[in-house]
């Protein structure tokens, strides 16, 4: 780590008020108010603190803590405590960006870590180019950080292209040739319509129709009736958090009916808290390896951590858990002195590794870690299966 940073790398993680961007003081890391420089590694994580994505990132942060805390709690990582610097960016871009710079040139990250959202992500890329500062897992599918290989980019998750195609040629086995699209007005919404229009020519289905939904939830109950007017057997949900739930319960109340599919980044138990009975036979693409009962290593080691901490598990608990294992398993690669390019080195030198459940594969040409997708469906018992 350099030098220069050692002040702030010293000062102790705190909770200011809610409001503009708050340091955060995570769950797991716990409190050394004069670490010296070499005993820890800080890893800066840009989220939704507050705002309607909150309870995604909530969950993300948990499942990740829990890992950390595991790893400090056995002596970390070469003897280094890791902690999080988590700012919150509301959803916004350009707080996002100011984050990301406020996290290099403030406290002195040592890398980035699970930056959650599309349009935030992007907003933070072209710095994290800039100034060489590794960003692992960041929470979006979107095929920008795919298209192409950025050396300063890991991928853990599998892109929303592999989701949407998924599903689309699951409705094309079914026989399903019609579909609609409801999607948020932004990046990531637009790269779901543009995947899902995509994905229907290659498997012969035709776009009924596609409405777009603004972030904040507004103008809902308009989108829902012009999308119903098309009468789609399937609607395929390009979308996050809240807007999800309510599109579906006003879709549902226009008299219309349809089967949903909604992508990964959707937490089903708020889904299910949200919609209730309604919820039922909503299917969900999964990125990550089922979080219930015992079929692998990962769920068996992360249900155990759940109910230690009296927490409902749900599937992005999986994610940050198994994001933060990667991370750590790059540390662990890039040495006792860890550097920057030591740790993109590390990395990439996992070449294939099996977390128990889920197996994650980069190198020096790939950075894309995951193809896995898996289809879900909310049961009559109001419980995800497969």
């Not at 950025?150 to 599903?167: Q, T």
């Not at 948020?184 to 409405?211: I, P, Y």
């Not at 299910?272 to 299917?283: E, N, T, W």
């Not at 990125?287 to 290593?297: L, N």
Request: proline share 4%.
């Amino acid at each position: 780590m350099r030098a220069g940073a050692t002040a702030t790398r010293r000062r102790a993680l705190r909770i200011m008020g809610a409001g503009a961007a708050a340091l955060i003081a995570a769950p797991w890391a716990s409190p050394a108010p004069r670490a010296e420089a070499d005993a820890e590694i800080l890893i800066g994580q840009s989220c939704q603190l507050s705002g309607p994505l909150a309870p995604l990132t909530r969950e993300l942060q948990e499942g990740a803590g829990w890992c950390f805390e595991q790893i400090n709690a056995r002596g970390g990582v070469h003897g280094r405590q890791l902690k999080v610097v988590a700012l919150d960016d509301a959803y916004d871009p350009q707080r996002t960006a100011d984050n990301v710079r406020q996290l290099i040139e403030k406290h002195g990250v040592f890398a980035l870590f699970n930056l959650a959202g599309t349009p935030t992500t992007l907003a933070a890329l072209p710095l994290v180019r800039e100034r060489k500062v590794p960003l692992i897992a960041p929470f979006t599918g979107t095929d920008t950080l795919r298209s192409g290989f950025d050396r300063y980019v890991f991928n853990v998750r599998a892109g929303y292209a592999d989701e949407i195609e998924k599903i689309v040629q699951h409705l094309s086995v079914l026989g399903i040739d019609r579909v609609g699209v409801a999607y948020m007005n932004n990046a990531f919404g637009t790269g779901g319509l543009d995947a899902v229009k995509s994905a229907a020519v290659r498997r012969g289905v035709a776009l009924a129709a596609a409405t777009p939904l603004e972030v904040d939830g507004s103008g809902l109950r308009a989108s829902a009736q012009d999308l119903a007017r098309a009468r789609p057997p399937v609607v395929i949900l390009a979308t996050a958090g809240k807007v999800t739930s309510d599109f579906i319960a006003a879709y549902q109340s226009s008299g219309a009916s349809a089967q949903f599919y909604a992508l990964s980044v959707v937490s089903s138990q708020q889904l299910i808290q949200a919609l209730g009975d309604r919820s039922k036979g909503v299917a969900i693409a999964q990125v990550m390896p089922y979080p219930w009962g015992s079929a692998t290593k990962l769920a068996r080691e992360l249900s155990d951590l759940a109910s230690r901490k009296g927490v409902e598990v749900g599937y992005n608990h999986m994610e940050g858990f198994v994001s933060a294992k990667v991370l750590v398993e790059g540390l662990q690669q890039a040495g006792p002195s860890p550097t920057r390019e030591s740790f993109v080195r590390g990395l990439e030198g996992l070449r294939e590794l099996d977390l128990g459940g889920y197996v994650v594969r980069f190198s020096d040409r790939n950075h894309n870690g995951s193809s896995h997708v898996e289809l879900t469906i909310v049961g009559a018992s109001k419980r995800v299966l497969r």
